[in-house]
């Protein structure tokens, strides 16, 4: 019911829905007759059951005293001439409002008014009027205007006198509408209406607290996320947060918080961000208990594939918690939180991931000398800023290591290391001139994604060919390479090789001086790679008799052997009589004549296992044996060895048709060398057959169809008394040994006088071989060409009478 004019009075007592008094003439509101005012929203959209406003001439409000009526049902408002007093009969409290109230239409205009009465149009004000205004005792409706906020309705309070008390609809401009979290909304019913308002669009935090108040009010609304933006990263600070754009959700490079001793006022602006595209490094800030302003980050991706974490917590000297998002899905791997004295595992919520906050062995680099205790080391290191002895107790360094310029000439307090690069490059070795041995690099373990390791100009680093390789290797895997000196490389004597020649051989040898023989080896030294490291040998290389020898490649960086130590013996290398030998390697660079090579009887070594020797030589076969197995193997043909005459029986001389080595007849009872006839001597040293001290010996003449093969001189023949050949044998003697460059002393004692004859083949058949003299007369006669004669003539011409009286 509305009255506008209002000059009779209606004889109404009782009113359910409302009564309006506004916009009339009258000067007296008599109202005595009502005594029963209640609000029905079904037949009055107003919240009051009674609004009297807006009535310039009203100076007088009557009621009854048994008016039913609620002081919240009553408005009375914008009445210039009504005074409180003025208003009787009241069963309820009055306001009537004061100067500060004005319609829309004077609220431009009066700069008093601070409260609209009456329903209002968003556009009807100008933004200095509104940042005026506080309260409003109608409605307000923000419909199809182009506004892109809300800001100049910032704590505003809306008294709806009807439902919706505010709408907000059907403006496609409206982005933000924050500022609805600082107004006072009521009204009887729905107090808030949203609709199509396609682009609202708040960071992550004003969206959450949009989505918390709008659902007290029973509103739901859309939020795209067309607004949101990216910036760049930095290092926190006053500035870099004051900075800090409303609608930047994403951080294009590395977010950095460090040496906070307090936190800035506007650290919480922090919680708009949603994704960074770089780093979060954390670090060394006392002024930070806990980590809520992350909790809304829900995707650190490093953008630099050399960043082996995107999160990376540390040194934090009071920090007690972190908020992870639950949307943040990060790989355990991509997280650091090491070295945050405070902090536990039960402080950490929210994580996705199993979290591992270190243990009391953690700590930061610059404190790694004052903490006996610490065994990982954080941060970026220069060697030179920690002591020897807290190196070589260090078992981890979490960032990187930087050796430049460092008084330095190894590397070992390093040994052992493992370095997990948070960059590249995690080791660096630059400019170090006392610098010689970084062969502790082989033990150190470089954990990166990419190359990890610059070294150069170091000018004396120094190392054996065998590190030198495994040095190259490692430094090729971690992206590095360097250049070696050859300053400390030496020269060291042959020898036995023994654990004790091992020992005591100097790492820096990469040459031998003398002969080296490796023989009886049952079980191989310890230190016998050590063998590796040599390049060159000037002597003879004897390597036999040794079962623990399966893989012969301790020699395989050899480049280079010569013998100019004697010419006694033929072959600089000899490898013979190891029975379980299956393999050679000597360096690809190895190259030697087949002639000063001995390979033979390695009965398990095949042309296979020769492919990595890079020589081309005769290894033998099954008919090999040593000169020790020569007598019981039946099937061996060729005896590898020095050998004794006397070791081996007529039988088995007779079988053997080469020996490999030097034979000696020395000191036996034979009386000939006829077991030895034919036989083949390849001699590894003159002279290669000897034959001296046989007191019994008589008959040599086997030597001329013996081959003997070595380096002058091929034979020696000496004290062998009786030494007897009739002038024939002795002839022909003589001048095989002088070609030989020998001579012996023949006996006569063998020879004898024979008696005459008819020479008959049966005479001739007869006649000994030392028989010098024949005594009697010797016929020959009836020779025919074609039988006796020609055995005759042979014999006469060749062998037989020396002396016919």
């Known amino acids: 019911m509305c009255f506008q004019k209002f000059r009779r009075r209606p004889q109404i007592a009782t009113i359910e829905g409302c009564l309006i008094i506004h916009g009339t003439k009258i000067k007296v509101a008599s109202l005595r007759q009502i005594t029963s005012l209640q609000p029905n929203f079904e037949r009055c959209e107003y919240s009051h059951a009674l609004l009297i406003y807006d009535n310039p001439r009203l100076t007088e409000i009557e009621f009854s005293g048994e008016l039913d009526v609620h002081s919240t049902d009553v408005f009375i408002r914008l009445n210039p001439k009504l005074s409180k007093e003025k208003v009787t009969g009241a069963s309820f409290k009055v306001d009537i409002g004061d100067k500060t109230d004005c319609l829309v239409s004077s609220a431009e ?22 940042e005026r205004i506080e309260e409003v005792h109608g409605t307000v409706q923000i419909k199809n205007t182009q506004a892109e906020h809300l800001y100049r309705m910032q704590d505003l309070k809306i008294f709806g006198w009807k439902s919706p008390a505010l709408v907000i609809s059907d403006n496609e401009n409206l982005v933000d509408i924050a500022a609805l979290l600082s107004m006072e909304i009521s009204a009887e019913g729905k107090a808030l209406l949203i609709s199509n308002n396609p682009n609202i669009c708040h960071n992550v935090v004003e969206r959450k607290q949009l989505q918390d108040w709008l659902k007290k009010m029973k509103v739901t609304v859309t939020f795209n996320e067309k607004c949101l933006k990216s910036c760049a990263g930095g290092r926190i600070s006053y500035g870099y947060l004051a900075g800090l754009d409303k609608q930047c959700n994403t951080i294009e490079g590395n977010l950095i918080i460090e040496k906070l001793q307090k936190l800035p006022d506007e650290i919480t602006k922090l919680q708009q961000l949603e994704k960074i595209h770089g780093r979060i490094i954390v670090t060394n800030n ?55 004295p405070r902090l536990s595992r039960d402080g950490v919520k929210g994580a996705s991931f199993r979290v591992d906050v270190g243990t009391s062995t953690d700590c930061l680099a610059n404190a790694a000398d004052g903490n006996r205790y610490c065994t990982m080391a954080i941060g970026d290191i220069k060697y030179g800023e920690l002591s020897t002895s807290t190196w070589q107790r260090l078992q981890t360094v979490e960032g990187s290591v930087s050796i430049e310029n460092a008084d330095v000439v190894n590397l070992d307090a390093m040994k052992n290391l493992t370095i997990v690069a948070w960059k590249t490059p995690a080791l660096t070795i630059v400019r170090n001139e006392k610098l010689a041995d970084i062969g502790a690099l082989l033990t150190i373990n470089v954990v990166s994604k990419k190359a990890s390791v610059k070294i150069k100009n170091n000018p004396n680093i120094c190392h054996n060919i065998a590190e030198r390789k495994k040095l190259e290797q490692w430094l090729k895997k971690n992206g590095a390479y360097s250049r070696f000196s050859d300053k400390c490389l030496k020269s060291c004597v042959g020898g036995q090789v023994t654990q004790s020649y091992l020992a005591q051989l100097d790492k820096h040898c990469n040459a031998i001086d003398g002969h080296l023989t490796i023989s009886g080896l049952g079980v191989l030294p310890t230190d016998i790679a050590k063998l590796e490291q040599v390049e060159k040998i000037d002597g003879r290389v004897l390597i036999t008799n040794n ?39 000597f360096s690809e660079n190895f190259r030697l004549d087949p002639r000063v090579v001995l390979i033979r009887v390695n009965p398990k070594l095949t042309s296979e296992g020769m492919k990595k020797s890079n020589l081309k030589v005769d290894i033998g076969d099954s008919s090999d044996c040593l000169a020790s197995a020569a007598e019981k193997n039946r099937e061996c043909r060729a005896l590898v060895g020095d050998i004794n005459f006397n070791d081996l029986s007529a039988n088995a001389w007779k079988r053997i048709q080469t020996v490999e080595g030097t034979v000696s007849v020395v000191n036996s009872n034979a009386e000939t060398l006829d077991s030895l ?63 030989r460059q020998s001579t012996v002393e023949f006996s006569n004692r063998c020879l004898k006088s024979c008696p005459g004859g008819t020479v008959s083949p049966t005479y001739l058949a007869n006649l ?20 006796a004669g020609l055995n005759m003539g042979s014999w006469w011409r060749n062998k037989r009478a020396n002396v016919i009286p």
């Open 109 to 130: 205009k009066n700069r008093k008014c601070k409260r609209i009465i009456g329903d209002v149009n968003f556009d009807q004000l100008s933004s200095d009027t509104w």
């Open 547 to 585: 079962k623990a020898i399966e893989k012969l490649d301790f020699f395989k960086n050899l480049k280079e052997l010569t013998n100019t130590k004697d010419d006694e013996y033929k072959h600089n290398l000899m490898i013979y009589g190891n029975e379980n030998l299956k393999e050679i390697e």
């Open 768 to 787: 000994h071989k030392h028989c010098n003299v024949i005594n009697g007369n010797l016929m020959i006669t009836g020779i025919t060409k074609n039988n």
């Open 677 to 739: 006839r034919h036989l083949h001597i390849a001699g590894w040293k003159a002279p290669a057959l000897i034959v001296t001290n046989n007191r019994k010996l008589i008959d040599i003449y086997a030597l001329t169809t013996m081959d003997i093969e070595s380096k002058a001189p091929q034979l020696k023949v000496k004290d062998n008394p009786y030494i007897c050949h009739n002038v024939a044998e002795r002839k022909l003697l003589e001048k095989w040994l002088l070609q």
């Open 286 to 340: 006392d002024g930070i208990t806990e980590l809520s302003f992350l909790e809304n980050i829900k995707e650190i991706q490093t953008r630099d594939k050399n960043d082996r974490y995107s999160l990376l917590i540390y040194g934090n000297a009071n920090l007690r918690g972190i908020q992870f998002s639950k949307d943040l899905h990060i790989d355990k791997s991509e997280v650091f939180i090491r070295a945050n």
